[in-house]
Each structure stands twice: as C-alpha cells, then as structure tokens.
C-alpha cells in the first residue's frame, strides 16, 4: 500500500475485468473482443461520467472525486458492501496531504478485560491487524495453538499463513487463509501509513508465496459473523459461531465471541474445554503457592 495510486489502479481495473457486458445489461456485438470484461468506455457510460475523466480514476487519480461519482463506479462496478467501502478509503486516502495512521493502542482498559473476564463464553478483543490484545480464559483456551505461537504479537494473520499446525486447527484452512488475506486488505486501505500494519504484510509476502497469492487478488471483506470450523487438540472438532462487534469506546478495535448451539456436540466440547482451561489454570498457578 505504500503507492496508492497503483493500488487504485489494480483495484479499479481487476473489477472491471470480471464484469461481463452480459452480467452489466449490455448487449455483446461480436465476438472478438481484447479485453476482459468491461471496456473503459462501457464503465464511463454505466457510471455517467466522460471516458477522459474515467481513464484519470483508473490511473490512481481518485483525489476530488464525489461521493455520487464514486457510488456510480461501486454501483457499476457491481461492488458489495467491503469493496465499496474499499473504494471509498482509497479515495480518501489518495488525497493531497496522507492522513495519519488510526492506530489502536496495544492494551486494552481494565475495564474492557473486565467484560472478556465476565463472558463465559471464547472472548478475545482484536485490532485491525489481526493482533490479540485481551482475551478471557477460554478465548485463550480455544486459541491455545495461536497464543502457544512463539511470534509476538499474538497475530491470527501471521499464525494462519507462517505456521504449519494452522492447517490442522482450522479445517477450512483456505478459507481462513482466504478471509484473513481479504479482511487484511481492507484494514490497508483504511490505513494504509501504519507502520506496523506494513512491516506485517511485508513479512508475510517475504515468507509465505500463499499470501502473495491471496494478496494479489486484491478481495476484501468484513468480518462479522460467520461459523468457525476447528479440530482443538484437547477437545476436538468444533463447529462455533461467532460475532464480531466492533467497540465504539475503542475504535479500531473488535470484540469476538465465539458460541455453540445449546445441546450440540460442539456445546459439550466448549464444556469439556471450559473444564480443561479450569485445571490448566490452577496447574499454572501451582508453583506460586509453592514458593510462597
């Protein structure tokens, strides 16, 4: 993300590419034609603009542009809700003066832990880059294979795409790794000067050809609540919902919680973990009250 403008280049391009004069409502003459997807000239016509000034947007020039001339582009781009919101960013932030990073702290209010502590259900708060600020005991618990990750910060990010025991706890792994890609994206282009944000994309495209992959696809996509599929070395296979909640005393920071459904295997598997987590805790807290 450190050239904006190419990366509204790529963007603005690559969906482009994928919509068919078909999928746009457009009658398709021949069958010869050189580029895939939409012609520049078809886009301008869709979104009410002049082809000069569309070619100007797609060169990375999205600085000035209304909010209606870039409704019409997510509507004719046929955007969904995280790219428009992507298109949006980068607009902002290609503008003549960078905006500062919107960084989260890195620790979270006592009280904050407070309400991890009184959930009984798998709680951890999150950043945009994917690190684990705060978790409660049985966020840890589930999560145990992330936080056991010697790499600081504990980052779900870095552990799907840097270690190889993230394939056999998560049982959709490609989708994980997919998703965290995506969601990763769009947190750059809401940020894209945060200096740590960058040193981790930039690790991970060091280290890992999966991420390069996933990264040049450029897909983003929020994260709110989905299903989590997971093979927990204690306990098992889990299949757990979650919802993530973003914190409006925290900003840019995210609560999830993870829950099953009453009388389901993956609830007597959220016991069996509750109860371990429980020995765990008192196992650790042993060798304290010997030296006392």
Do not use: C
């Not at 457009?26 to 000239?41: I, K, M, S, T």
């Not at 880059?129 to 980052?155: E, K, Q, T």
């Not at 306990?235 to 993530?244: A, I, K, P, T």
Request: hydrophobic share 40%; proline share 6%; net charge neutral.
């Amino acid at each position: 993300m450190s050239d904006v403008q190419a990366e509204i280049r790529e963007f603005l391009s690559s969906r482009r590419a994928r919509i068919t004069p078909e999928r746009a409502g457009l009658p398709a003459y021949g069958g010869n034609r050189r580029v895939a997807g939409l012609r520049r000239e078809e886009v301008a016509m869709l979104a009410g603009v002049s082809v000069d000034y569309y070619v100007r947007l797609e060169r990375g020039n999205l600085a000035g542009a209304s909010d209606a001339v870039l409704d019409a582009l997510a509507r004719t781009l046929q955007l969904d809700e995280a790219e428009r919101q992507y298109l949006f960013d980068l607009a902002k932030a290609s503008g003549p003066a960078p905006r500062r990073a919107k960084t989260a702290a890195p620790t979270v209010r006592a009280t904050v832990q407070q309400v991890l502590d009184a959930i009984e259900s798998p709680a951890w708060v999150r950043n945009g880059r994917h690190d684990i600020l705060a978790a409660n005991r049985m966020g840890r618990a589930l999560y145990s294979p992330v936080f056991d990750d010697p790499a600081r910060p504990v980052n779900t990010t870095r552990f799907a795409y840097l270690n190889p025991a993230a394939r056999e706890f998560w049982r959709d792994y490609d989708r994980i790794a997919r998703d965290a890609a995506a969601m990763l994206r769009l947190e750059a282009g809401r940020n894209p000067h945060d200096p740590e944000l960058i040193r981790l994309i930039g690790e991970l495209s060091t280290r890992s050809e999966l991420f390069r992959e996933r990264w040049a696809s450029r897909d983003v996509m929020f994260h709110r609540s989905g299903r989590k599929r997971l093979h927990h070395p204690v306990v098992g296979d889990l299949d757990l919902d979650y919802e993530s909640m973003e914190l409006p005393s925290e900003p840019g920071l995210v609560l999830n919680v993870y829950t099953a459904p009453a009388g389901s295997p993956s609830a007597d598997g959220l016991r069996l973990l509750a109860s371990w987590a429980a020995t765990e805790l008192a196992d650790a807290a042993e060798p304290a009250k010997e030296t006392t």
